[in-house]
């Protein structure tokens, strides 16, 4: 054979592989069959390397087992989860019901993409009552999003009454579980259909790696979400899932060390003075605790407060001044982060006067005795605006 032919024939894929810790990384758009009648078997085979080869398989059953379900896909982001499994169950003429809370880029695809494809959408107070809320859909409700605790504010759905309530009348549910991340609570054992969740966040925990999944109970849902990727072309990178795989090993010790700090701040920060009001529902005497206590085996970093009112420009005071906390957006990494919430909440449909400017703050894994003196830091700054 000519050079360039041994070029193209060298460095094939090994038959055997030493066995390490983890999943090869094993890369592939087109995947080798053993013979032609396999070619057409998608039953048997995986025939192209869109479906996820090693490291995405183990990634898929590794989540299957902690979110207790039948499958699990995954998307190349937490938005794209969320996007993926809504395309996946709706059509032209359904309507959806959505929590006022919901992660902000949610709402502009059910704003911007559903709608535009005939589908109704409508938002839920998020502390409406499962009864009323499910009273009030509608013959073409096809399904609930729920997102608890939710974006910014925290406030909390009953996930089990809810569930109970739609499937009754054949609604789907789908709850946004990045806060819990698929450890502190299983929504599937609750009842809910679809539980998505942002892996981006504290699965992947280094805030360097985009993915997301959306998991279920029930074969014929999880043929849905399958047809669905399959329908959108959606990939991800090996090495991203087995990032995730990473991430996934030492879950549990950072939200049980991250959770622990965030409430050892939430309960010092409600005896300052500039503090009107901790959003921390694992806080007791926080709003929503009653139901957190019932359903969740732990809390995560992420939490806000309501400052009382300051002079204009004591929020970004407070920011500026803090040197431990990143101002930045995501969360669920080992480093702390806080952002001002106010401009965010002007697009919900049942605003509430919180009483004062929310702020959010993630807690990391510095030590909280340091996070503590850089908020004081910020405080002060805050007062002296
Ligand atoms: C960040 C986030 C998402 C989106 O995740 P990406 O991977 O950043 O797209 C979805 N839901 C919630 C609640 C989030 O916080």
């Known amino acids: 054979m000519a050079e360039e032919t041994r070029l193209i024939r060298a460095g094939a894929a090994p038959k055997s592989l030493a066995k390490t810790v983890g999943p090869p990384i094993q890369k592939g758009s087109t995947v080798l069959l053993p013979n ?26 590794a989540l299957c087992g902690m979110e207790g379900a039948e499958g699990v ?4 982001s937490g938005l794209a989860a969320l996007t993926g499994a809504m395309l996946a169950v709706l059509k032209a003429g359904d309507e959806v019901l959505v929590t006022d809370t919901i992660y902000k880029p949610t709402r502009r695809f059910c704003d911007h993409v559903l709608k535009r494809f005939g589908i109704g959408v409508r938002y839920f107070d998020p502390r409406e009552s499962p009864e ?8 073409a409700t096809r399904l609930i999003v729920m997102e608890s605790p939710g974006s910014l504010s925290f406030e909390m759905q009953d996930l089990a009454a809810v569930a109970r ?28 259909d679809i539980s998505v969740q942002a892996l981006t ?23 849905q979400l399958e047809n669905g990727i399959t329908h959108l072309g959606w990939a991800v990178a090996p090495e991203d899932a087995y990032q995730m795989l990473r991430g996934l090993r030492t879950l549990p010790v950072r939200l049980a060390r991250q959770g622990k700090s965030g409430l050892a701040i939430a309960a010092w920060l409600r005896e300052q003075p500039e503090v009107a009001e901790i959003l921390h529902p694992a806080l007791p005497g926080c709003p929503d605790h009653d139901l957190w206590a019932r359903d969740y085996v732990g809390a995560c970093g992420l939490f806000g407060f309501v400052f009382k009112p300051g002079a204009d420009g004591a929020v970004n005071a407070f920011l500026d001044a803090l040197d431990l906390f990143g101002l930045g957006f995501s969360w669920g990494g080992f480093e702390s982060l806080a952002i001002s919430c106010d401009p965010q909440l002007h ?3 049942h605003r509430r006067d919180y009483g004062g400017p929310l702020m959010r703050l993630h807690i990391g894994l510095e030590n909280a005795e340091d996070l503590i003196a ?12």
């Open 36 to 61: 032609a009648e396999a070619l057409y078997d998608d039953e048997g085979f995986i025939t192209y390397g869109r479906q996820g080869l090693a490291a995405h398989d183990a990634l898929r059953d």
């Open 374 to 385: 850089d908020l004081r830091k910020g405080l002060d700054a805050f007062r002296s605006a």
């Open 201 to 223: 966040k504290y699965v992947g925990g280094h805030s360097d790696v985009f993915m997301g999944s959306a998991a279920a109970s029930d074969p014929t849902l999880v043929g």
């Open 132 to 139: 009323d809320l499910v009273a009030g859909a509608g013959a």
């Open 347 to 349: 697009t919900r449909k």
């Open 165 to 192: 309530l739609a499937r009754a009348r054949g609604i789907l549910t789908l709850a946004d579980n990045t806060w819990g991340a698929g450890y502190l609570i299983k929504p599937l054992a609750q009842g809910v």
């Open 73 to 76: 896909c995954l998307y190349p």
